[in-house]
């Protein structure tokens, strides 16, 4: 029996989402499409099996094919960024630095990362997560004018506070990440460094990001933003902390590994060593380049000025309008981002002012710099209408409704990766 048959309920949702999909325009910068290849193998029989443990050391039989598929998966993670030792069995990016944690800190220990404010994530020492919580966190952020990390600043806090470990990596950060120069400030305070790479991993598998892997102790790591995978997490790390980041994993953190997810990551692991995907690498890059300029163009504020990545940060109070407000009505036209703080924000995290808008899904569809300047102009009616004070809510509505179908029209001739056609 079909699911449409067994379960039209849940068969219905699925179809919406994949219309929902279909039709808008994607610029949450940590989302992707996967092809139709990774997505059979998250669909697949692995996810009936439990294999608590590692290749050849599993608590339960029947695992010839699943040591095949994560020594396989592993392989190809070591091949792709020259890690010495990897493992894939984190559920996703906050259990894969849950681990670290766990491998090589005692709570109470003094950690140090970038703030969520300035650009890090939860699990770089938020105060509201276990990393803040149970961690003595000292928090770095951004320069508030420039918007670019200050290296001298962090070294300043560093020697002051001499942090077990020190996070490097980001979530809202536009500009390229110095991992060497991270690395020597961490080294020379005795620090453990650990780079997130979860946004930017598919730039630095096809070399358009430098690397943190020769640099850092640690790298962790989603498998599902710019590397375009199944949704899942990562660590690879020098040999002589890898016993300490296995048994952390597992039985530390978790028990048996999604290995329906490893599968998929091992195709995508696959499709991102290839000569392709260095190019769609660098045009999720040149994508973000254009829409920045474009935006800069219609007078939008951009932190940092623009971006060498994937991702921009807009501060749509340029425009008279806040982010919350910015990203409803972007998604009524149809364009689904995110908003955000940027720097030197005074307003509060869901009142933001900002943002944040990023190419990776776009570019997997096909979008090259026309549609980057047609979303700016689409971009810029939509503030228009929504900061203008003689637009009324029904003159507002009917801009957005035209620009979704106007969305709608070019999102008909780029088909998104691994859709079902509609
Ligand atoms: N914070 C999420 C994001 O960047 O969207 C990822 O964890």
């Not at 010495?84 to 259990?95: A, K, L």
């Not at 004018?145 to 300043?156: R, V």
């Not at 951009?302 to 309008?321: C, I, K, M, Y």
């Not at 003159?395 to 780029?414: F, M, P, Q, T």
Request: charged share 20%; proline share 5%.
């Amino acid at each position: 029996m079909s699911l449409r048959d067994a379960d039209p309920e849940v068969a219905d949702i699925l179809i919406a989402e994949n219309r929902r999909q279909h039709a808008k325009i994607r610029l949450i910068a940590s989302e992707n499409y996967v092809s139709q290849n990774v997505l059979e193998a998250t669909g697949s029989v692995l996810t009936n099996k439990y294999s608590e443990g590692y290749a050849g050391r599993r608590y339960y039989e029947g695992q010839q094919q699943i040591d095949r598929i994560e020594t396989l998966a592993i392989d190809r993670t070591k091949d792709l960024f020259g890690a010495e030792h990897v493992n894939v069995q984190p559920y996703s990016g906050s259990p894969a630095n849950q681990a670290v944690y766990v491998a090589l800190a005692r709570p109470g220990d003094r950690i140090m990362g970038m703030s969520l404010a300035g650009g890090g994530h939860l699990t770089h020492g938020a105060g509201v997560s276990i990393s803040g919580l149970h961690y003595d966190a000292v928090q770095y952020g951004v320069d508030a004018e420039s918007g670019y990390l200050d290296y001298e600043a962090i070294e300043k806090l560093a020697v002051e506070a001499r942090p077990k470990l020190l996070w490097c990596g980001t979530t809202a950060y536009p500009r390229t990440l110095d991992f060497e120069r991270f690395a020597a400030i961490g080294h020379k305070v005795g620090a453990i460094v650990v780079a997130d790479m979860a946004h930017i991993s598919g730039l630095v598998a096809a070399g358009v990001h430098p690397s943190p892997v020769p640099h850092v102790d640690i790298v962790t790591s989603t498998t599902h933003k710019t590397l375009r995978g199944p949704r899942g997490g990562m660590i690879m790390c020098r040999q002589q902390y890898a016993e300490a980041i296995d048994k952390a994993v597992f039985p530390g953190l978790q028990g048996g590994p999604h290995n329906h997810t490893t599968a998929a990551l091992a195709v995508a692991l696959k499709e991102a060593s290839t000569a392709e995907f260095k190019v769609y690498a660098q045009a999720i890059v040149d994508n973000a380049r254009v829409l920045g300029e474009a935006l800069a163009g219609y007078g939008f504020r951009l932190a940092s000025g623009g971006t060498d990545n994937h991702l921009l940060l807009v501060d749509s109070t340029s425009r008279g309008v806040v982010g919350h407000n910015m990203a409803r009505s972007l998604d009524a036209a149809g364009i689904v981002c995110n908003y955000n703080l940027v720097p030197g924000d005074t307003r509060p995290a869901m009142r933001p002012s900002g943002i944040r808008l990023g190419t990776a899904a776009v570019t997997s569809r096909g979008f090259g710099a026309p549609e980057m300047k047609q979303l700016a102009a689409w971009i810029d009616r939509v503030a228009s209408a929504r900061a203008d004070e003689d637009t009324d809510k029904d003159a507002r509505i009917r801009v957005n409704r035209d620009i979704a179908a106007e969305v709608r029209a070019l999102c008909d001739r780029y088909p998104a990766p691994g859709l079902a056609p509609v």
